[in-house]
């Protein structure tokens, strides 16, 4: 399908951003990468009045590291994300998710900030925000990841709030990322991630429920000295996922359990 007609605008900054969103009123959308935002439009899922691109603002695209957090601008790509030797050093996990994101043109073009708002909870990114209680920051607030994620596709942001910048805490111990997916670029069936901490180990569930799904009683689980297959099995409590032409709910429950208990084996968060 061809999207509605729209205006479109170009931002030359995150203030030019703000003040061209508040001008067109509550039905502007920021554009970034596009690799959500049209896809949608073409559906006609979203047929927003006015587009302002904020994908020249070179401000918003940096990696940083303060102290024990670790700063990533919105504008910053999945290509980028992936090879970036400071990702590597202080939050590989986020590089291994980015790698498996998409295809090359995806990876090129999607953004870190693009792939938050947006909140599907098939991306690999809004789980990786719940499971490392990580913070959103935007032209107005910084908001936590637990307080981010309303429902599918829906977030605190109003219409001429930029998100700006994602911080995570460093985590550089043991970790895994598990894609399963019917094609090698395909969303995920379901995804698992694992991340050992210095208080533990972290189980994010990408494609699970309507949000983001961190498996707090996984976690609990393997604190209690659980196998990886306990582990899995409890990672999974109290879920109920949306089937799909693609996969039953039945099914998606058996590839959580099966893929936490491999995911946690490869983080090293079980002793073999």
């Known amino acids: 399908m061809i999207p509605v007609a729209f205006d479109y605008q170009r931002a030359t900054s995150v203030e030019d951003a703000v003040d061209k969103l508040t001008e067109a009123g509550d039905e502007a959308r920021v554009l970034s990468g596009g690799q959500s935002l049209i896809p949608f439009m073409r559906l006609r899922f979203a047929v927003p009045d006015t587009l302002v691109d904020i994908s020249g603002i070179r401000d918003l695209s940096f990696v940083r590291v303060d102290a024990d957090r670790i700063r990533i601008g919105a504008m910053t790509r999945h290509s980028d994300l992936a090879r970036d030797p400071v990702i590597a050093a202080n939050l590989p996990l986020l590089g291994a998710m980015a790698g498996k994101i998409g295809d090359t043109q995806v990876r090129n073009r999607g953004t870190l900030g693009g792939s938050v708002a947006h909140a599907d909870p098939a991306a690999e990114y809004a789980t990786l925000c719940t499971m490392l209680d990580a913070e959103i920051v935007t032209t107005r607030r ?131």
């Open 142 to 272: 910084a908001i936590p990841a637990s307080e981010f994620f309303l429902g599918r596709y829906t977030t605190p942001l109003a219409h001429d709030e930029v998100l700006s910048e994602v911080t995570f805490p460093v985590a550089t111990g043991g970790h895994s990322y598990i894609k399963f997916g019917s094609r090698l670029f395909d969303w995920a069936i379901v995804g698992v991630a694992a991340q050992v901490l210095d208080d533990g180990v972290r189980i994010g569930l990408v494609s699970m429920a309507d949000v983001p799904v961190r498996a707090v009683e996984g976690e609990r689980a393997l604190a209690q000295g659980a196998t990886a297959e306990e582990a899995g099995r409890a990672s999974t409590t109290g879920l109920a996922p949306t089937a799909s032409v693609r996969a039953s709910a039945p099914y998606k429950l058996h590839l959580a359990e099966v893929l936490t208990a491999r995911a946690l084996r490869e983080a090293g968060a079980v002793r073999v």
